[in-house]
Every structure is written in structure tokens, then in C-alpha cells.
């Protein structure tokens, strides 16, 4: 007996985060959960994972691909495609989650594959700072972008070796989205008093679902699609100024947060 397909609605409630970023709510999931529908609807045989493999395999290399030929070639326009195909990375981040929760076929492999993929956009942001200076033949940003890579990837490879490796660190009395957030690194630089604005500020706008406070998507239009287009309208200078403050914010934000990994984790075993 064949199951009854609910409608857009229902599927939409069932879909959509109970809380969710402001750019999200008007950008990605009016589109988001139509193309999860549809898919849910038609019986298309796509899953949630599907999805997440191609933003992996397909879509975050082809970035890289037009990231690399721009400063080789000097195509700006290959900013502008960088910045709409972010979009879609973005989308699809997005559609994989909605079709899982719509039509019930969320799985421990597709949450995990969801956390592997969402590491690319990292990637990705490291990889476009390095791109600009090289398109702008800066030094600071050349060199600095490859520091920041490499901070990054100890930055992960601590993070796995606590939270993957050391069983005996899973206290349950500790959120492990408290540990690994970065929230104590990105008080110091003032998010708590933009996140508090935005409380503030939504007093009057009242927009429903608004999470009030700075995530993911936000982050990625600022920091990587924000360039692109500067560089694309030939706003060189601000490119560079901007970039060259991304390395030393992001240097900052990633060798505190190792950091004080190392150091909690130390006071950690030590008490054992």
C-alpha cells in the first residue's frame, strides 16, 4: 500500500529549523524546501546523502577549479561565478537537511557527512584569500592565508584528537557545542554585543524563526562572497584591506581556540 504524500505545508513545518539565521530564512529556504518537496513529491530517487556527495565531490571542487584559474588568467568574472556557486553550495547545505527532516530519512551517516562537508566552506574561505592575493600579487595575503591554513588544520587536528580519540574526555556534564563552538574565543573580538543587537533589533522587526545572532551563512556572504564582488567591480584596495583583516581576525580566532582546547583538555586529564 502506497504511503500518502502530506502537502507543501506540513512538509515545510516538518522541514524547516525551529530557529534559523536571518539570510537563510529570506535566501535559501523559500527554495530550499520547494526542491526538497518536489523531490519528496515526485518520488525522485535522490536522498539527503546524494545531495551532501555532490556538494563535496561536484561543487566545492569546481570552486576551487575557477578560485585557481582566476589570478593565472585574470578573470574577474571567475569571482562572479565563485560568488553564485557559494550560493549554491549554500542551498544545497541546506536542501539535504530539509529533505531529511520533510520526508523522515534523516541517518547518522548523512548527519555525519552534513558536519565533513560543512568543513569545505572553511576550505573554501582560506582558499579565496590566497586566490585574491594572488590576483592582486599581495604578499601579506599570499603568505598570510597559508599561515592561516596551516593554524586551521592543527586547529582540526586537535579538535579530532580530543573529541574523537580520548573517550575519557566525553564528560556528559560538559556540551561538547560549548567546547568546540569557539563562543569563548569569539566574545573577545565582540560577537556577544552583535548578537545582543540583533535581540534588540528584532524587538521591532519581530521576524519569525530569526535565531538572533550571527552563523554560518552570514559569515560565508561576508567573508567570502563580500570579496568576490569587490574584486569583480574592481574595488581592489578594499578587497586587500578586507582580506588582510580576515587573516589576522581568523590567525587570532583559530590559535586561541587551539589553545584553550589544549589547555581544558590538560586540566582534564590531569583531574583523571
Not at 502506497?2 to 530564512?25: G, H, M, N, Q, R
Not at 566525553?170 to 568546540?180: A, I, Q, Y
Not at 567573508?223 to 581568523?250: H, K, N, Q, R
Request: with cysteine.
Amino acid at each position: 500500500m502506497k504511503k500518502t504524500k502530506i502537502d507543501f505545508e506540513k512538509f515545510e513545518k516538518k522541514a524547516l529549523l525551529p530557529f534559523d539565521e536571518v539570510s537563510a530564512i529570506y535566501t535559501i529556504d523559500p527554495i530550499s524546501t520547494r526542491l526538497a518537496y518536489f523531490i519528496y513529491k515526485k518520488n525522485i530517487k535522490i536522498s539527503p546523502n546524494n545531495i551532501t556527495w555532490f556538494r563535496l565531490l561536484v561543487q566545492g571542487p569546481l570552486i576551487f577549479l575557477f578560485l585557481f584559474l582566476a589570478p593565472f588568467l585574470q578573470i574577474r568574472t571567475f569571482y562572479l561565478i565563485s560568488a553564485i556557486m557559494l550560493y549554491l553550495v549554500m542551498l544545497s547545505d541546506a536542501l539535504d537537511g530539509h529533505l531529511a527532516r520533510g520526508a523522515d530519512r534523516r541517518s547518522a551517516s548523512g548527519g555525519f557527512l552534513d558536519i565533513i562537508s560543512d568543513r569545505i566552506v572553511i576550505i573554501i574561505f582560506i582558499a579565496s584569500l590566497f586566490s585574491i592575493g594572488m590576483f592582486e600579487q599581495n604578499l601579506f595575503l599570499i603568505y598570510g592565508s597559508t599561515l592561516l591554513f596551516v593554524v586551521k588544520m592543527y586547529n582540526m587536528t586537535v579538535i579530532n584528537k580530543v573529541y574523537y580519540f580520548e573517550q575519557d574526555f566525553r564528560d556528559k556534564t560538559v556540551k561538547s557545542g560549548d567546547l568546540f563552538s569557539g563562543l569563548k574565543e569569539l566574545d573577545t573580538i565582540g560577537i556577544s554585543k552583535v548578537n545582543a543587537f540583533f535581540v534588540k533589533l528584532n524587538k521591532y522587526l519581530k521576524v519569525k524563526r530569526w535565531c538572533q545572532h550571527t552563523g554560518s551563512y552570514e559569515r560565508n556572504l561576508i567573508t567570502i562572497a563580500l570579496p568576490y564582488f569587490l574584486v569583480f567591480f574592481g574595488f581592489d584596495m578594499v578587497a586587500i584591506v578586507l582580506c588582510s583583516l580576515f587573516v589576522i581576525l581568523f590567525s587570532y580566532f583559530y590559535i586561541s581556540r587551539t589553545r584553550n582546547l589544549i589547555k581544558d583538555y590538560t586540566k582534564k586529564l590531569n583531574k583523571s
